[in-house]
């Protein structure tokens, strides 16, 4: 299932892709996609619905984040050997694991708003993790089979917040709008295997980022099992796994974003994100 959030913003309802990829409202039957509504319980009483049986919704309504709200967005950093290599990182031994603020989820295609006083902000395309049930302590053989889904994210990031003014990574990661996740959530039976996903984007038509997903240092199941190590994951939860070679920040000279720039990014079978980057306003 390719699973959506339709509608302006704060007002988005549920949906779902039908088989010829167009929009039908789910609201009637399904509570909006956050926390225990994308369980793999939840999602597996929508498998059996006949999507033509639902009301279309027009092509042209906007595209809200993929959920409404999400328990903990966390983020893995440097999991891909030639990004950490452009950053001039050690590739790390162990996940880096971080979060970002809940509070920078965006839709797929809303502008992104440079923050206040940002010089640094950055691009990163990445395979989102959606976590399908309460888990810790999972194994790696067992990881994937919690996982409800995935969406294309980009955590974006300012690098001078990130790197310059001490503390974790948060501050740079967690701007509003800093996390447009969408446009699909799809359940991962249609995903067989995470690691066999090419990722890109281009900033104003130029291919800045072209990867594949098995170039990722730890792969998803990995990913889930190590974290869940250290915390319980909750449904809902999502992880970002890291982004490939080809961010500003590794650029020479460097390069940020400017209003203006125009950001397109996609994780093969995920859908594609199309962001205009605007001022702050005032
Ligand atoms: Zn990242």
Same mark, same amino acid.
């Given at each position: 299932?390719?699973?959506?959030?339709?509608?302006?913003?704060?007002?988005?309802?549920?949906?779902?892709?039908?088989?010829?990829?167009?929009?039908?409202?789910?609201?009637?039957?399904?509570?909006?996609?956050?926390?225990?509504?994308?369980?793999?319980?939840?999602?597996?009483?929508?498998?059996?619905?006949?999507?033509?049986?639902?009301?279309e919704?027009?092509?042209?309504?906007?595209?809200?984040?993929?959920?409404?709200?999400?328990?903990?967005?966390?983020?893995?950093?440097?999991?891909?050997?030639?990004?950490?290599?452009?950053?001039?990182?050690?590739?790390?031994?162990?996940p880096?694991?971080?979060?970002?603020?809940?509070?920078?989820?965006?839709?797929?295609?809303?502008?992104?708003?440079?923050?206040?006083?940002?010089?640094?902000?950055?691009?990163?395309?990445?395979?989102?993790?959606?976590?399908?049930?309460?888990?810790?302590?999972?194994?790696?053989?067992?990881?994937?089979?919690?996982?409800?889904?995935?969406?294309?994210?980009n955590?974006?990031?300012e690098?001078?917040?990130?790197?310059?003014?001490?503390?974790?990574?948060?501050?740079?990661?967690?701007?509003?709008? =800093?996390?447009?996740?969408g *446009?699909?959530? !799809?359940? /991962?039976?249609?995903? &067989?295997?995470?690691?066999?996903? @090419?990722?890109?984007?281009?900033?104003?038509?130029?291919?800045?980022?072209?990867?594949?997903?098995?170039?990722?240092?730890?792969?998803?199941?990995?990913?889930?099992?190590?974290?869940?190590? =250290?915390?319980?994951?909750? *449904?809902?939860? !999502?992880? /970002?796994?890291?982004? &490939?070679?080809?961010?500003?920040? @590794?650029?020479?000279?460097?390069?940020?974003?400017?209003?203006?720039?125009?950001?397109?990014?996609?994780?093969?079978g995920?859908?594609?994100?199309?962001?205009?980057?605007?001022?702050?306003?005032g």
């Amino acid at each position: 299932m390719k699973l959506l959030r339709h509608g302006p913003k704060g007002q988005e309802k549920p949906g779902m892709l039908d088989a010829g990829g167009r929009i039908r409202d789910l609201s009637a039957v399904a509570h909006d996609f956050a926390g225990d509504s994308v369980s793999l319980a939840a999602l597996d009483k929508l498998r059996g619905l006949d999507p033509t049986s639902l009301p279309e919704v027009p092509g042209d309504t906007r595209i809200g984040a993929c959920l409404a709200s999400v328990p903990n967005f966390w983020c893995i950093g440097l999991n891909y050997a030639q990004h950490a290599a452009e950053t001039g990182a050690t590739p790390p031994k162990e996940p880096i694991l971080f979060s970002k603020a809940t509070s920078a989820l965006a839709g797929p295609d809303d502008p992104v708003v440079i923050p206040k006083g940002s010089v640094k902000s950055d691009w990163e395309v990445e395979l989102g993790v959606v976590i399908g049930a309460r888990v810790d302590h999972v194994s790696e053989a067992d990881a994937l089979s919690v996982v409800a889904g995935y969406c294309t994210i980009n955590d974006l990031s300012e690098r001078e917040w990130q790197t310059e003014r001490g503390g974790t990574w948060t501050k740079g990661k967690s701007a509003p709008g =800093f996390g447009p996740c969408g *446009p699909w959530l !799809v359940t /991962a039976d249609e995903v &067989p295997d995470p690691q066999k996903l @090419g990722l890109w984007l281009s900033l104003n038509g130029e291919k800045v980022q072209d990867s594949d997903t098995s170039d990722m240092i730890f792969g998803v199941a990995e990913i889930v099992s190590y974290v869940s190590r =250290f915390l319980t994951l909750l *449904p809902g939860d !999502v992880i /970002a796994t890291g982004t &490939p070679q080809g961010v500003g920040m @590794g650029m020479k000279p460097q390069r940020f974003l400017r209003p203006g720039d125009e950001i397109e990014l996609e994780v093969q079978g995920l859908g594609r994100q199309h962001q205009k980057v605007v001022a702050y306003p005032g």
